[in-house]
């Protein structure tokens, strides 16, 4: 009895701990504190983008140092790594959008935001040409933000080329733009729900021919790295689930295939993963076709190459009612025209080239995060948060320098101008002390980036995870995967609301499946 009593009373405390936690968070976010209007006389620092690199910059930065100003045409954060979610209804586009007025507010000195494109950096005059590109204009739609600092963190645009083997690219596949969904943002993840369900209803219209209907319910995903892997995972557990359920007749004829150039789905993660993922997917009767690269895009059907197991190539015709092109990023063209005006980018591909500190190189007070960057590491969400994150320590350092700066240059007047011995020495101990705390500020040290490990979601509750642990490799998969899979994106999301939300989704959809309505 005792045991059971202890047992209880540590589980209502924990439930009232987090009850008290969440109501907390909840109250924070709603109720920010008065904000201290910001002082022209401070160097600006213009941050353009709100995604992963620009927002871990802002979470970070202590904005009473500079005159902040963002510039991006999303008014949102977006959780990119629950977006693949979305298209089917597992997750609801607003549970992973997080306001940037929201992430504003609570900082301590306010930051101007306007919503607009950065249309061109002009790194010597030091100015930002930005429009707002969005459908209301005002009189005044284009101007230009002069900067002492910028950070660019643009994010990158879906690619539309193609790779060969050894990663060089060639130009755009014909009929891409105009036929496949993409998904890289809220808009394509709502057009993907969208196509997906008028295929469906379509080929369930009356006297559709057979062939049509087998065309009709083929959903084609090109790209087996994450995001087109967990695509078309979401996309089968849909028809498994839900579809086939109220919609028996589609039963043997809804069909997922995968298309990936390289011999393996999922480059980057361990050969155990990869194999365990495409048997996973032979099991859920997705079709998974490597070696295969898609060459032309009609409005009904694809063009590939096929590599044959003899090595022979052979061409196909695969025929398809969606198309969703996932093949990785491409640079965007305020990033191109900047790279262009930099003698010192020109063996740059794919984005602009930084140094370890992350300064643009060729420029001066610029420097780059996430995927318009081109570093080291892959462009990913996990490098980009760290890189804003060290620009923020790095900013914050900057500013701290040059106030101890000044308080030195003023205690050695001072002590130029003192005749007692008694305050000469006061005023130089006072001295050494804030040479010390600046010597501890002027050693900035260099980016390092450090791997927490990768993990994809790969259907019927099940994922694969690289994750990093005490300096070596830990591979594992399945369903309690998939449960650390929940926990750590839970954990990543960005604020109390958004996880509150996520929680919601995953329940209602466990309840009352997912919804299968046109209707975005
Ligand atoms: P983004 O987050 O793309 O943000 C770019 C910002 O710049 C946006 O706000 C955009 O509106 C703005 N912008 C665009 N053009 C302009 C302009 N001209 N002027 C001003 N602002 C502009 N990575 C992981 O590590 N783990 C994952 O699980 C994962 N899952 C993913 C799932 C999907 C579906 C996708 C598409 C990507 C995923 N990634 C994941 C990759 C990750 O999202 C990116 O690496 C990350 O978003 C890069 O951050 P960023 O700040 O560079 O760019
Ligand atoms: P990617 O670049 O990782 O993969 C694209 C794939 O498309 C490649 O495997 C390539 O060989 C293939 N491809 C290119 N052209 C092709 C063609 N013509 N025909 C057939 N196949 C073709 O792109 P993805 O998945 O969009 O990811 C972008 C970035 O975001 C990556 O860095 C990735 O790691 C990250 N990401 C991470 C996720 C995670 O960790 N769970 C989820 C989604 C994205």
């Known amino acids: 009895i005792r045991?059971?009593?202890?047992?209880?009373?540590?589980?209502?405390?924990?439930?009232?701990?987090?009850?008290?936690?969440?109501s907390y968070g909840i109250y924070e976010q709603r109720n920010p504190?008065?904000?201290?209007?910001?002082?022209?006389?401070?160097?600006?620092?213009?941050?353009?983008?709100?995604?992963?690199?620009?927002?871990?910059?802002?979470?970070?930065?202590?904005?009473?140092?500079?005159?902040?100003?963002?510039?991006?045409?999303?008014?949102?954060?977006?959780?990119?790594?629950?977006?693949?979610?979305?298209?089917?209804?597992?997750?609801?586009?607003?549970?992973?959008m997080e306001p940037i007025r929201h992430i504003l507010r609570h900082k301590k000195t306010e930051v101007k935001y306007y919503e607009a494109e950065a249309t061109e950096i002009d790194h010597e005059k030091r100015v930002v040409k930005v429009s707002d590109l969005s459908d209301i204009k005002g009189d005044v739609h284009s101007t230009e933000i002069p900067f002492d600092y910028l950070?660019?963190?643009?994010?990158?645009?879906?690619?539309?080329?193609?790779?060969?083997?050894?990663?060089?690219?060639?130009?755009?596949?014909?009929?891409?733009?105009?036929?496949?969904?993409?998904?890289?943002?809220?808009?394509?993840?709502?057009?993907?729900?969208?196509?997906?369900?008028?295929?469906?209803?379509?080929?369930?219209?009356?006297?559709?021919?057979?062939?049509?209907?087998e065309r009709l319910l083929s959903m084609v995903v090109v790209g087996g790295g994450p995001t087109g892997v967990e695509f078309a995972a979401e996309l089968q557990d849909f028809f498994e689930n839900d579809l086939k359920k109220w919609m028996p007749e589609l039963a043997d004829k809804f069909k997922?295939?995968?298309?990936?150039?390289?011999?393996?789905?999922?480059?980057?993660?361990?050969?155990?993963?990869?194999?365990?993922?495409e048997k996973s997917f032979r099991d859920e009767k997705i079709d998974v076709r490597t070696k295969t690269m898609v060459k032309n895009v009609g409005d009904k059907y694809i063009d590939v190459e096929a590599i044959l197991p003899d090595g022979s190539k052979e061409k196909q015709r695969i025929p398809y009612g969606c198309l969703v092109w996932a093949t990785g990023n491409a640079i965007r063209p305020v990033i191109r025209n900047l790279m262009n005006k930099i003698p010192e980018q020109?063996?740059?591909r794919r984005g602009l080239a930084v140094n370890d500190y992350l300064v643009v190189d060729g420029t001066e007070g610029i420097w780059a995060v996430g995927?318009?960057?081109?570093?080291?590491?892959?462009?990913?969400?996990?490098?980009?948060?760290?890189?804003?994150?060290?620009?923020?320590?790095?900013?914050?350092?900057?500013?701290?320098?040059?106030?101890?700066?000044?308080e030195i240059e003023q205690l050695k007047e001072l002590e130029a101008s003192s005749s007692a011995a008694d305050d000469k020495t006061a005023l130089q101990k006072t001295l050494a002390k804030k040479d010390r705390e600046l010597k501890k500020f002027a050693k900035i040290s260099s980016f390092e980036y450090t791997h927490q490990g990768s993990l994809a979601y790969i259907g019927m509750d099940r994922a694969v995870a690289d994750v990093s642990l005490w300096g070596g490799n830990v591979a594992s998969a399945g369903g309690l995967t998939?449960?650390?899979?929940?926990?750590?994106?839970?954990?990543?999301?960005?604020?109390?609301?958004?996880?509150?939300?996520?929680?919601?989704?995953?329940?209602?959809?466990?309840?009352?499946?997912?919804?299968v309505s046109r209707f975005v």
């Open 3 to 22: 045991w059971g009593r202890l047992l209880l009373g540590s589980i209502l405390l924990s439930v009232t701990g987090g009850v008290v936690y969440l």
């Open 256 to 277: 997922v295939t995968l298309v990936e150039a390289l011999p393996n789905v999922l480059p980057m993660f361990s050969k155990a993963l990869i194999d365990y993922t």
């Open 371 to 406: 995927d318009c960057a081109q570093s080291k590491y892959a462009p990913t969400a996990q490098v980009a948060s760290q890189q804003g994150a060290y620009l923020a320590r790095l900013f914050n350092s900057m500013e701290r320098k040059e106030i101890i700066e000044s």
């Open 482 to 515: 998939f449960l650390f899979w929940r926990s750590a994106y839970l954990s990543m999301v960005f604020s109390t609301r958004n996880r509150v939300l996520v929680i919601m989704d995953w329940l209602k959809v466990k309840v009352f499946g997912r919804d």
């Open 151 to 213: 950070v660019v963190g643009v994010g990158a645009e879906s690619a539309t080329f193609g790779k060969t083997d050894c990663g060089v690219m060639f130009a755009g596949i014909p009929g891409v733009k105009e036929h496949a969904c993409f998904l890289k943002e809220i808009q394509d993840s709502q057009k993907l729900r969208k196509n997906v369900m008028d295929c469906i209803e379509t080929a369930l219209f009356k006297e559709q021919s057979p062939e049509e209907v």
């Open 33 to 96: 504190n008065e904000q201290a209007p910001a002082d022209p006389t401070k160097k600006t620092l213009v941050i353009l983008g709100s995604g992963w690199g620009s927002v871990s910059l802002l979470k970070k930065l202590d904005t009473e140092n500079y005159n902040v100003i963002v510039v991006s045409p999303r008014n949102y954060f977006l959780f990119t790594p629950l977006l693949p979610s979305c298209p089917t209804g597992t997750i609801e586009h607003r549970s992973i």
């Open 346 to 348: 020109k063996t740059a």
